[in-house]
């Protein structure tokens, strides 16, 4: 028997720790807590950067969004949900339930579809983060987005950006899925017009390429 | 509405916990962390995050089965050694919520999760768990509560799947604290309501949760598993069972443990029942003689006999599989 | 000037002609014969981009400078009067911009916990959140009452003192009742027919030779769309008001905030782009939309008022219960003499808890008696659910269909077939249904299956009804260069309206859908239909067919003039027009438009009503499901398997997003079946499931295959003959389950929902 110990932190080679020490938490917020309990508390831990702890008021940070780089303020009570719709206006995420219940703030954080509304903004500085306005590339839709055009695998459309990114981390996980794989993996996503049959169809449809 | 909070990001253990002062959480995958904070059920003045720490995400087969309770729930409904040495325990892990929160929650998250009850959860009622006067439940809305240990003034059940399972293979719990690191049975883990009210287990404030461990003799033996909801995307269990034993060579039952989920407020061991199944003959006639005389030291609640039904149904079922037997119910 | 057209009418396979009369202005209507390039097939959504991509905007999303968000109060207990409330604290908190009371006079009246006392408008959600917290008031509690059963008992603690009037929304059937009498809590009966004697009725009854009687029980179900309520208001200084809403009614909220505040209608601009759905409870400005424009309008600035789940749960409407006792007296062949309704049913403070539609309207019968009545009780009020009463009807109605033919020893479908001879449609899905099911396969035994896993077969009918209301008006445009839109006001709350608009216009030009620009969810588009009875599409599409005709007959007149030709000569293939006499000679629809004078054609044609003076046009709207279920039955747990559905909805539009709903229809049924239920918790009327985690939602693992039938109905009764599916869908679904579950199990669970504890709990008393 052998270790299975991968490291979940890395991000495309840049191990986690450097990359917040690199692109992540800025000093700017350093004069604000300097003197603050914070420090004293971080000094106590044998921590001398203060990159690693943030204040309650925040600090700017650099979130990597569907390729691209964001330099905005987090404080951090703010989910990932919030700082996308408020912050950045990607709106394209919604939030339905803000307690992880329907999903329809999935996101992908490095492949893996999370509730942003579950998700604290500060713990994705360093993470690779996937909105349903990154999946298209440039003007061309993904092969996901047209099956569920043509499969008609929505109706309000409010459900769709998180059953999309959910869908989107299926068909990167397996090339394969079947109805079984399909459903367990969208079962983190309500849809209250009932559309799921057609969403299933264009996933498998999708996978197929 | 969360209150504010400072954070701190560790990159190790021992970092950890000296960052833990008066008012502080640790957070792992802060699922629970942040349902609780949003309901304003609590509040904390700094939070401390440990999921930065590398050394508590790892899985180990080396000797035992050894987890880091920052291991996502994901990861271990995944991983191939536990999947081929203890089936219950994966099986446990892919059904647990959804694959959106199986992703971020953690082993350690999910043994140490506060009640899922629904008044516990709710600002508006000031339960006793709450440190409020009254449980709710035991006379109100109480279909999804317990069977057992609820005559205490509180009826929630414990809420972790990881647990039922981790309680049948008899796992110990490694825990840091500030003088050493400790290990607990996972069996002594968790308080009863009449132990302590407000508070579910032994896991101390500042202290962290670091791993578990499943000794390599209760690996490998055969394992039962099973999980009812009334919805089967995304719900809580309605029951949850987890037998773990042997057949020996004269075919009788040896060793099992078994371990009620959704049934009170800890893992429910039917302690009774496994020293009635050693030695006993492995045959349906005498399973079933084993479940008829078993749950009538239950006290369901109003709404809730018909876990009573479920869990003999579920004993049963269990029973016969390990057995190798076909089940007639 | 009327003009006569013939027109074939009926089933695809059995079409007859009729001469029918129709306006001068109106093109022959589509017909059974007609053969068309987008009608009636699978066309893809136009805003299929914008919802795949994230760049659909919903209320949710707007977001405008110096917008404001609001937050509402809500009681904490379910029953008082607040006397007092102190806002002034709130109102003294830094980016706290207004501070309002629910109700500008007190004492404030609190009938159900979540009712709302007090809204806040500041400048970020937190800080109204901290402002809520800071509102005091003083207040008594009083006695109150949260079932049907309590709420009927002599000296139970009354909801309202006063006498309540039926609120009415486009979602509602009729309710134009003046005779309703209001007693304790209890609003009715409403007794139909009217003139019915109750003795005389029981005595008929009691004299057929099979009776079956039985009681049956629906639970309170939330309509939980994804997107929740909410609106953001800009009162603008010069009091013109523009709003955006998560509606299904653009123009109900329009006329609600002008009422309200006594604005010309001009000058209450609605818009809704995209919303995430309605299901019936989204029509009307709401308490939110008014607060939200009283904070506007105090502050200056725009307004977000959009509910919190919880809030949703509580506030914004639901399907009542009910309780029905329900008796069928049939001859010994089977033949349905008569049927009697009593129901009651609770829509918490709201009406609407009706429930006789489908006893009323699917089955022949001599006599008939209906009592029916609202009962008050302490909860969030009722709303308009994805057609109204008749899930609940229908619950009870088919299962007792049932019974009755086990009762007589007939197979289900046959005991329907002899009770719905007169309705020839109705007999033909029951013979499409049937033989794509496998009916035939079905356990002739109800419970007989060894084993603990048991699967059972189950029928149901459903019923609604053509609704359609006049006066929308659509309006087409063509420009110079050929561009071409369609205008209304009408919102998409999912159905895909807008699709078909564009479908009808490119139908009738001969162009294609995606060159069609839609412009719709505004007021200032002209007036459209809410999208409640399922009417959207019966009541938009006939004016749009007709607008697209005139803008056509105004391009052929063109032409003609290019072509120096009359009108009569000048042919259209596609949108090409060709001289008729020479086709060698022929204008592109772009040639065409070139030449329009000044900048377009716009022409604008209304919703009239359907062509009168020729035979009864077929007002209902017949379905029939089929369940296949597996019932485990050491733990009772259900598992539904596959659903066939066959419904008829007139002449279909676009087969792709009429399947959608359908399948959509058929979901919220199972979810309605097995897993929803709205929790009071007895002692103190909090709900304890006012989220998405215990509110249980039928996801992905829940859903059967599904497969359906639509027919082609086609009456010609307007230029589209379109009918409506968005709610007959969802009616039979719960009540073919649980006939399947009995078939299964052989024990009848007449309470929904069919969750794991009852199904024990009826296994065992049936083995007692």
């Known amino acids: 028997m052998k270790k299975d110990k991968p490291d979940p932190n890395s991000v495309k080679g840049i191990s986690r720790r450097n990359f917040l020490k690199g692109f992540g938490i800025t000093t700017v917020g350093a004069a604000v807590f300097e003197s603050g309990q ?34 905005v303020h987090i404080k951090p009570k703010e989910t990932l949900a919030e700082v996308l719709r408020e912050k950045l206006e990607l709106t394209g995420t919604k939030t339905g339930c803000e307690r992880g219940s329907c999903g329809a703030c999935t996101v992908l954080i490095d492949d893996n579809p999370v509730n942003s509304c579950m998700f604290l903004a500060v713990d994705a500085v360093g993470k690779q983060i996937t909105t349903i306005e990154g999946v298209a590339s440039d003007e061309n839709l993904h092969i996901l987005q047209n099956e569920f055009i043509e499969n008609d695998a929505l109706q309000c459309g409010f459900c769709t950006p998180g059953m999309i990114m959910s869908s989107l981390a299926i068909i990167k996980k397996n090339p394969a899925p079947d109805d079984e794989y399909i459903r367990k993996n969208l079962s983190g996503n309500l849809c209250r017009c009932g559309t799921y049959p057609k969403v299933f169809q264009a996933v498998i449809k999708a996978a197929k390429g | 509405m969360i209150k504010d909070f400072e954070y701190y990001l560790p990159k ?84 647990i919520a959804t694959p959106h929160i199986r992703n971020i929650a953690t082993l350690g998250g999910n043994l140490c999760q506060k009640p899922r009850c629904w008044y516990f959860r709710s600002k508006d009622f000031d339960c006793s768990r709450k440190g409020g006067k009254v449980c709710f439940a035991i006379d109100g809305e109480n279909k999804y509560h317990s069977i057992y240990g609820n005559q205490d003034g509180c009826a929630f059940v414990n809420p972790s799947g990881m647990a039922t399972v981790l309680t049948a293979l008899n796992a110990r719990l490694q825990i840091l604290t500030k003088k050493e690191i400790k290990t607990i049975n996972l069996r002594d883990f968790y308080y009863l309501p009449a132990e302590k009210l407000t508070c579910e287990h032994k896991l101390n404030d500042g202290e962290i949760l670091l791993s578990v461990t499943v ?50 407020p800890i893992p429910w061991r039917m302690i009774k029942e496994e020293k009635k199944l050693e030695g006993l003959q492995a045959t349906t006639k005498y399973i079933g003689n084993v479940v008829e005389s078993s749950f009538s030291d239950a006290n369901p609640l109003r709404d809730n006999a018909y876990k009573v039904k479920l869990f003999r149904t579920l004993l049963y079922r269990g029973l016969c599989s390990i057995a190798g037997l076909e089940s007639e119910r | 000037m009327n003009k006569k057209e013939k027109v074939s009418v009926g089933l695809p396979d059995n079409l007859r002609e009729i001469i029918i009369e129709i306006p001068e202005d109106e093109p022959k209507p589509w017909d059974g014969k007609s053969e068309l390039n987008y009608i009636g097939k699978r066309v893809k959504r136009i805003d299929g981009i914008d919802k795949t991509t994230g760049k659909a905007k919903y209320t949710f999303d707007v977001k405008i400078p110096g917008m404001l968000y609001a937050k509402f109060l809500r009681s904490d207990f379910p029953a008082g009067t607040i006397s007092e409330i102190d806002l002034s604290k709130a109102q003294k908190l830094k980016g706290v911009y207004s501070v309002l009371p629910a109700q500008d006079d007190l004492p404030l009246i609190i009938r159900y916990a979540g009712q709302e006392i007090a809204a806040v408008a500041a400048e970020t959600a937190e800080i109204a959140e901290t402002a809520l917290q800071q509102i005091t008031f003083k207040h008594t509690t009083s006695d109150f009452v949260l079932s049907v059963e309590d709420a009927i008992r002599e000296n139970a603690p009354l909801v309202y003192q006063t006498t309540v009037k039926e609120k009415t929304t486009e979602g509602d059937l009729d309710s134009s009742e003046s005779s309703v009498v209001q007693e304790g809590n209890i609003r009715g009966p409403k007794i139909f027919p009217e003139d019915e004697n109750a003795e005389k009725f029981d005595d008929y009854l009691r004299n057929c030779e099979v009776i079956h009687t039985a009681e049956y029980r629906t639970q309170v179900q939330t309509h939980s769309a994804m997107e929740t309520h909410g609106v953001v208001v800009e009162w603008g200084s010069d009091d013109k008001v523009k709003v955006w809403a998560s509606t299904q009614g653009t123009f109900s909220v329009r006329n609600d905030i002008a009422d309200y505040f006594k604005l010309k209608y001009n000058d209450v601009r609605v818009i809704t782009e995209f919303m995430g759905g309605g299901f019936g409870a989204k029509f009307g400005a709401g308490l939110y939309g008014i607060m939200a424009a009283k904070l506007s309008r105090a502050t200056g600035k725009p307004v977000r008022l959009m509910l919190d789940r919880k809030g949703e749960h509580l506030s914004v409407g639901n399907r009542p219960d009910s309780l029905q006792k329900l008796s069928i007296g049939t001859t010994k062949e089977g033949k349905i003499k008569a049927l009697k309704l009593i129901s009651l049913g609770t829509g918490g403070v709201g009406t609407g808890a009706g429930t006789s ?350 497969e359906t039938i639509i027919m082609d109905f086609n009456q010609a009764m307007n230029s589209t003959g379109a009918m409506g599916i968005g709610e007959p869908a969802t009616i039979p679904t719960s009540a073919a389950i649980a006939n399947a579950v009995f078939n299964a199990i052989g024990v009848r669970l007449r309470s929904l929902p069919i969750t794991p504890d009852k199904i024990l709990a009826a296994l065992e008393e049936q083995s007692k």
Not at chain 2, 32 to 53: A, H, R, T
Not at chain 3, 364 to 393: L, M
Not at chain 3, 410 to 434: K, S
Request: net charge negative.
């Open chain 2, 215 to 264: 000794e390599k003799e209760n690996l490998l033996r055969k394992n039962y598993y099973c999980k009812i909801k009334e919805k089967q995307s995304s719900d809580w269990p309605i029951a949850e069972i987890c037998i773990i034993g042997g057949i020996n060579s004269l075919g009788n039952f040896e060793n099992v443990s078994i371990v009620l989920g959704s049934a009170a």
């Open chain 3, 357 to 706: 539609g489908p006893i009323k309207n699917i089955y022949d019968y001599e006599k008939i008696y209906v009592e029916e009545s609202d009962v008050f009780i302490n909860a969030g009020p009722a709303a308009a659910f994805r057609a109204p009463g008749h899930p609940q009807g229908a619950f009870a109605l088919e299962q007792a269909i049932d019974e009755m033919a086990h009762k007589l020893g007939i197979d289900p479908l046959e005991f329907r077939r002899i009770n719905t001879t007169g309705n020839y449609i109705r007999q033909t899905q029951y013979v499409l249904g049937a033989e794509k099911f496998g009916w035939d396969k079905r356990n002739q035994v109800p419970g007989s299956i060894k084993g603990p896993i048991k699967r059972g077969f189950g029928v149901a009918n459903s019923v609604w009804y053509y609704i359609y209301n006049k006066g929308f008006v659509a309006t087409v445009t063509i420009n110079r260069r050929g561009e071409v839109q369609v205008i209304n006001g009408v919102q998409d709350i999912g159905g895909g309206i807008g699709t078909v608009l564009a479908m009808i216009v490119a139908e009738e030009l001969g162009l294609e859908p995606d060159q069609i620009t839609v412009k719709i969810g505004d007021t200032d588009n002209g007036f459209g239909p809410a999208s409640g009875g399922s009417q959207t599409t019966a009541g938009i599409t006939p004016a749009v067919r007709n607008a697209a005709y005139k803008a056509k007959i105004r391009m052929i007149e063109l032409a003609a003039s290019i072509l120096g030709k009359t009108t009569d000569k000048v042919t259209m293939e596609g949108s090409r027009f060709s001289d008729g006499d020479d086709i060698s000679k022929s204008l592109s629809f772009q040639q065409v438009a070139a030449k329009i004078p000044g900048d377009e054609i716009r022409v604008t044609a209304e919703r009239r009503s359907d062509n009168l003076g020729r035979e009864e046009i077929k007002t209902t709207i017949d379905g029939v499901q089929f369940a296949d279920v597996t019932v485990d039955t050491g733990t009772g747990v259900v598992k539904v398997n596959r659903i066939v559905a066959v419904h008829d909805c007139g002449r279909p539009m676009d087969r792709l997003t009429l399947e959608s709903q359908i399948n959509g229809g058929i979901i919220q049924g199972i979810s309605y079946a097995l897993y929803e239920n709205r929790i009071l918790d007895r002692n103190t009327g909090i709900m304890v499931n006012p989220n998405l985690e215990m509110y249980k939602i039928a996801g992905a693992r829940d859903v059967p295959q599904i």
């Open chain 2, 12 to 95: 190790a253990t021992e970092q950890a916990l000296t960052l833990f002062s008066k008012n502080s959480a640790y957070k792992a995958g802060g699922i629970d962390l942040l349902d609780l904070l949003k309901e304003n059920i609590v509040s904390y003045d700094s939070i401390i995050n440990l999921s930065g720490i590398d050394s508590l995400d790892f899985i180990d087969t080396e000797i035992d089965l050894k987890i880091g309770a920052g291991v996502s729930i994901q990861k271990i409904a995944d991983s191939q050694p536990i999947q081929k040495y203890c089936p219950a325990l994966s099986e446990s892990a892919s059904e």
């Open chain 1, 38 to 71: 914070a420090t004293k508390n971080l000094k106590a831990a044998g921590l001398l950067n203060v990159s690693d702890s943030i204040p309650i008021e925040g600090a700017k940070m650099i979130l990597y969004v569907n390729s691209k780089e964001y330099s």
